[in-house]
């Protein structure tokens, strides 16, 4: 069935009006919209599953040759915290959908966030929580059940096909939703256990204080629409618990992914990885690529669904550092080589560099063209260019004091320094593009605690370096060291983590 030609023909004249939606009773000029009607800029998700018919639409599904699954998501590049968001919403008999507010952009968005449920459940038998207007697992929808009316939101709800205006305003833990201007749920989030909701899950979003809005798919056989998405903060993200940080890491030791939010202790997650990570990459905002033994694996970073893997005994022997482009080849470090896998995952190439480049750790790909290598006692800085010999792809190095050893990772600077962490020898160091050491800092730690291995790091939107302070292999290594440290830009330290059972982190990825 072409659901897109048949959606359109029945309601072209309705898709240009905007349903009432003032339950708040505030002024749709306060409003700003986040949905430009063209396409999908200022959101992350797959722009094939999540796509414009026509101006002023936004459907999931129904796209001739492109077939969703089950989870697939789309969510707003900002994040928000108390606001009051307005948008029209429907959908067709079985569809279901829902939308996530406060969501981190980790886990699932009903656990992690809120989930308000946007589905075909009137004449369904299922729980209040899980109703159109229910907040999945949080709160029950208004049961308007009657003995004249037995259908659960029949007074409340359009029939299939039909828009439906919805509202939801977010006010500290304060929650209220109308659908077609009906108060139909209202919860005060502060009264609600984290642990467990009435799906007998762990519900952290109900702590959560800022977020990601996303629409997510439950049945991907049935479309649905949105249009006329606005917002209007109430406080902007920024002012929520600034000082407060939220990452990702990965605990070298254990063999698994952590996430701490520190505003949200509740929000606590981890999962285990097959072998031990050496690095942790972004391919754009929502695929985390985790370097493996003998590979790579690709996860969804919003749902932490393991996509695919590259696993390749032949070719890599302990690869370190892997990075996959935006056009789906894939570039894996492995000793003193570089390997090229098409997107179909195969492998292409090698490329390699001479003598000086070897124990190497972490690569980074620049925006000059080249890319970035930990090697054991500096970094280089090399082209990956098969007409050239190795050694003169390597186009510059830069050497550590003598006492460095395994090198990790290196990236350039908006003011032209480059910006390396030691290794073995635990130091923040900057390089002028000459190779000349401009400085050297390490934190100072308290009494009974040290610095040990500085290894992965991010640089922030405001220029700080968060950076993992790698602390050994075994149980007694919990201990020795703040095992996230964030350096300012003249090298003061500002923020640091540690944690008993935070286990020996080596790679972090923030999320700011």
């Not at 309705?14 to 986040?34: M, P």
Request: charged share 25%.
């Amino acid at each position: 069935m072409n659901w897109t030609k048949n959606m359109i023909a029945g309601c072209v004249a309705c898709a240009a009006l905007a349903c009432a939606a003032d339950g708040s009773g505030l002024d749709e000029s306060e409003f700003t919209s986040i949905f430009n009607g063209k396409d999908i800029a200022g959101w992350i998700g797959d722009a094939n599953v999540y796509w414009v018919p026509e101006p002023g639409i936004l459907q999931c599904g129904g796209r001739d040759g492109v077939t969703p699954v089950p989870d697939d998501y789309i969510m707003t590049e900002r994040e928000y915290a108390d606001f009051v968001i307005r948008f029209d919403f429907r959908t067709w008999k079985g569809g279901d959908n829902g939308i996530g507010i406060r969501y981190p952009g980790v886990d699932d968005m009903a656990y992690s966030g809120i989930e308000m449920q946007l589905a075909d459940t009137v004449r369904k038998t299922w729980p209040r929580h899980c109703s159109m207007g229910g907040f999945y697992g949080v709160s029950e929808a208004l049961d308007d059940r009657s003995a004249a009316q037995p259908l659960l939101g029949a007074t409340y709800v359009k029939p299939v096909g039909e828009w439906n205006a919805c509202e939801i305003k977010a006010e500290g833990p304060h929650l209220t939703a109308w659908i077609n201007g009906v108060k139909v749920n209202e919860v005060d989030l502060s009264t609600r256990n984290p642990d467990t909701g009435y799906d007998k899950h762990p519900h952290a979003g109900v702590r959560a204080k800022k977020g990601h809005f996303i629409f997510w798919v439950g049945n991907p056989k049935v479309p649905t629409q949105w249009r006329n998405i606005r917002v209007k903060e109430l406080k902007p993200a920024a002012e929520m618990d600034p000082e407060k940080r939220r990452f990702l890491y990965s605990d070298f030791m254990n063999r698994k992914l952590v996430y701490v939010d520190e505003a949200n202790p509740a929000a606590y997650w981890e999962t285990f990885l097959p072998e031990v990570a050496f690095d942790l990459t972004r391919c754009g905002l929502n695929r985390l690529v985790v370097a493996q033994r003998h590979g790579c694996r690709l996860y969804d970073l919003g749902q932490m669904r393991f996509l695919s893997e590259i696993k390749d005994s032949e070719h890599l022997k302990y690869a370190t550092s892997a990075t996959r482009l935006p056009d789906g080849r894939t570039f894996i470090l492995d000793g003193s080589a570089i390997h090229e896998y098409g997107a179909d995952g195969k492998w292409v190439r090698k490329f390699t560099f001479g003598d000086r480049v070897k124990q190497t750790r972490i690569m980074r790909f620049t925006d000059r063209g080249t890319v970035l290598i930990g090697a054991y006692t500096g970094f280089a800085e090399v082209v990956l260019d098969e007409s050239l010999p190795p050694e003169k792809r390597v186009r510059a190095w830069f050497q550590l004091p003598g006492e460095a050893r395994y090198c990790y990772q290196a990236q350039w600077q908006k003011d032209g320094t480059l910006l390396t962490t030691g290794g073995y020898l635990p130091e923040l160091v900057r390089f002028a593009a000459d190779g000349k050491v401009l400085s050297r800092v390490q934190a100072r730690q308290p009494d009974g605690l040290s610095n040990y291995f500085y290894a992965g790091f991010q640089v922030l939107s405001n220029g700080n370096c968060m950076l993992a302070n790698w602390t050994g292999h075994s149980g007694r290594d919990f201990r020795p060291g703040w095992k996230l440290i964030e350096f300012a830009p003249d090298g003061k330290v500002v923020w640091h983590w540690n944690a008993e059972w935070s286990g020996t982190p080596n790679a972090v990825i923030v999320f700011e």
